[in-house]
């Protein structure tokens, strides 16, 4: 079985033909098109286009969760189906935003520039610090990268608070959005980008924060508008946002959010750990074992 990894990164596995493509070299993609029965798939979109030149594409396979990258009806109109692995980059998706949080709060991103520059202690007086415990931490999303979070924020002395699509009101800790927004030291992203969470924290939603919040995103950028997100670290609403995805992406050099000392970055890598390409691996194998032997998928999404 011919599996085309859209990476670039080798790898191999008994019983199968893997060829890997770095995601920005289009040209030797449409050279494995043709050839090609499994699409391990990450970050870039897959369209009708590309599914057209692939006839003998049975399966796509998302490595990862999040789905917004591939067309899913074309692949249904062309009897292409496709999976994904849910839970299994959620610790190191976890550990990330908690590590986003950290790094805004200590204003990692300022002190790492004036170290740079040979301006050690002592500091300026405007570059001052806080810490986790004490504050409430309002996480959107209830699903199991939201849960491992809770348990690493309340071990540390945090209150958390978070919200979900269905109502769990007998869970103290549940809470409407605007109303967890507003009581929010901090504010963490758990959840995918749908045609409903698009702009979820738009203006009007990030001016619910109490003044000096903290925004994390390690979901989907465009589940924040970024605009929104710009203006209110300029008025000083927002004390400082950790992102790690962008509306955009390969996030342009020119978004503002990065010339910004009180924005923590990364390029969409929350879930990049040898850990979690063990168990994406171990996913796509079984699901490539299961295509070939015609037995329902892990995780089928189409």
Known sequence: MRVLLHYDMDHSEPGLDIVSCSEQDDARLGRLLPDTEVIWHVLRPLTAADMDRAPKLRLIQKLGTGVNTIDLDAARERGVRVANMPGQNAQAVAE?????????????????ARTRRGEGWPADRAL??????????GLLGGGEIAGLLRGMLEAIGARV??????????????????????VSDIVSVHIPLTEETHHLLDARRLALLPPGAIVVNTARGAVIDEAALVAALES???????????????????????????VVVLPHVAWLTRETW????????????RLASDEELLHGVV
């Open 278 to 289: 063990a168990r994406y691996f171990a996913v796509a194998a079984e699901n490539c074992r």
């Open 128 to 137: 001052v610090g806080g810490e986790l415990c004490g504050r409430t931490v």
């Open 236 to 262: 000083g609403h927002i004390g400082g946002a950790g992102l790690d995805v962008f509306e955009r992406e390969p996030v342009e050099a020119s978004n503002p959010l990065l010339a910004r000392a009180d």
């Open 161 to 182: 608070v978070y919200t979900a699509r269905r109502p769990r009101r007998d869970d103290p800790s549940w809470m409407e959005l605007d109303d967890l927004l507003r």
């Open 96 to 112: 990330t935003s908690l590590l986003l949080m950290l790094a805004t709060l200590r204003r990692v991103i300022a002190f790492d």
